[in-house]
């Protein structure tokens, strides 16, 4: 099982990246498929889920109305747009999938596995 992420990179504030993370070894949409981040000595916090086999998306209020989650079964990928970015964003980027119900998907102790994660920085 692997999940490898990868488009993080630096951009100006209000500009966009698109994050992917490609799976293996398992399907993505038998997952809940997740992004979270971490700024630098903060802790990994939740930022987007897409839940298993079905269309259903959640976000953080703090990236509502700005990210896109999405899931591309034949490609066995995940996606995170990110718009509109903020000098807040910046951190590290881990894509997971998990298995939780649905009440406990956020948490970060209830992903089964991570990607290794990208860096993402937002210039002011």
């Known amino acids: 099982v692997q999940l490898q992420a990868s488009g993080g990179g630096l951009v100006q504030a209000g500009g966009s990246l698109r994050l992917s993370c490609a799976a293996s070894?398992?399907?993505?949409?038998?997952?809940?498929m997740g992004w979270f981040r971490q700024a630098p000595g903060k802790e990994r916090e939740f930022v987007a889920t897409?839940?298993?086999?079905?269309?259903?998306?959640f976000y953080a209020d703090s990236v509502k109305g700005r990210f896109t989650v999405s899931k591309d079964n034949a490609k066995n990928t995940v996606y995170l747009q990110m718009n509109g970015l903020k000098p807040e964003d910046t951190a590290v980027y881990y894509c997971?999938?998990?298995?939780?119900?649905?009440?406990?998907?956020?948490?970060?102790?209830?992903?089964?596995?991570w990607g290794q994660g990208t860096q993402v920085t937002v210039s002011s």
């Open positions: 997971s999938a998990s298995r939780a119900v649905l009440s406990a998907v956020r948490e970060v102790t209830a992903q089964n596995y």
């Open positions: 897409a839940w298993r086999r079905s269309d259903n998306t």
């Open positions: 070894g398992f399907t993505v949409g038998s997952y809940a």
